[in-house]
């Protein structure tokens, strides 16, 4: 199984900054990808920004650039999202997505994290 063990969340104030942690655990053989979704009350869970462990290539959503990084330390399986210039709107509770493959697998699938909330709020 993989675990992953998400921290960083919290009350921010609007214009504030954070930074979420994902670290990786478990019987992993290989991780193609990393990211972070979000879901807010009453909406839709949505892509905030992803990366390819190998190369380092990212995506963001509209609403983040320029606001979000996103990194990854391969020799940690951990993945980061650092979050600058924080809004009302990025109100949602983050979750940590993982591309990966097992040990023993010879297949990739999704793992998600528990979630960690994020509030931005005066």
């Known amino acids: 199984q993989v675990q992953l063990v998400e921290s960083g969340g919290g009350l921010v104030q609007p214009g504030g900054s954070l930074r979420l942690s994902c670290a990786a655990s478990g019987s992993i053989f290989s991780i193609n990808a990393m990211g972070w979704y979000r879901q807010a009350p009453g909406k839709q869970r949505e892509l905030v920004a992803d990366?390819?462990?190998?190369?380092?290539?990212?995506n963001y959503a509209d609403s983040v650039k320029g606001r979000f990084t996103i990194s990854r330390d391969n020799a940690k399986n951990t993945v980061y999202l650092q979050m600058n210039s924080l809004k009302p709107e990025d109100t949602a509770v983050y979750l940590c997505?993982?591309?990966?493959?097992?040990?023993?697998?010879?297949?990739?699938?999704?793992?998600w994290g528990q979630g960690t909330q994020v509030t931005v709020s005066s």
């Open positions: 997505n993982v591309h990966a493959r097992e040990t023993g697998k010879n297949y990739y699938q999704y793992y």
């Open positions: 990366i390819i462990t190998s190369g380092g290539s990212t």
